[in-house]
């Protein structure tokens, strides 16, 4: 299978060969602000699954936990595209909203629960963490 996606203006865009590691919902106070939403959708590859093609500029987040988060945007327009993390080598994990076709993803799980807005209503089918994942 063959994914690709693009930031809001064109000039960071990207390409996966083969299939997501796993998809969901973050609902962490700083996914919540980077993303200006209540949630931010992601999903996992592996490294070595993805080509980017562009400039991504990168801003140092750190987790409740204290861990390093490095959120890769668009520089001109501003689109979050991937997060990494370095207490996970190997795994790269993209926003959902730059996906050119959505319709491959259905989040698996919710991460973060206990910080959602009060007016987003879960699946309760779809497993929840309340808190930090790991």
């Not at 919902?25 to 700083?30: D, E, G, L, M, T």
């Not at 520089?75 to 996906?99: E, R």
């Amino acid at each position: 299978m063959t994914i690709t996606g693009q930031c809001l203006c064109g000039k960071v865009s990207y390409k996966i060969e083969g299939e997501l590691q796993m998809s969901g919902v973050c609902h962490c106070k700083n996914c919540q602000r980077q993303a200006g939403s209540a949630f931010s959708v992601l999903f996992a590859v592996g490294d070595d699954q993805i080509e980017i093609d562009g400039d991504l500029t990168t801003y140092d987040d750190h987790s409740d936990s204290g861990n390093v988060v490095h959120r890769h945007f668009c520089g001109t327009c501003g689109s979050p595209v991937k997060t990494s993390l370095p207490i996970q080598p190997g795994q790269t994990f993209i926003k959902a909203g730059t996906l050119d076709d959505t319709s491959i993803l259905e989040p698996q799980i919710h991460f973060w629960t206990g910080s959602a807005q009060n007016w987003v209503h879960i699946d309760e089918n779809v497993p929840q963490m309340t808190g930090n994942p790991g």
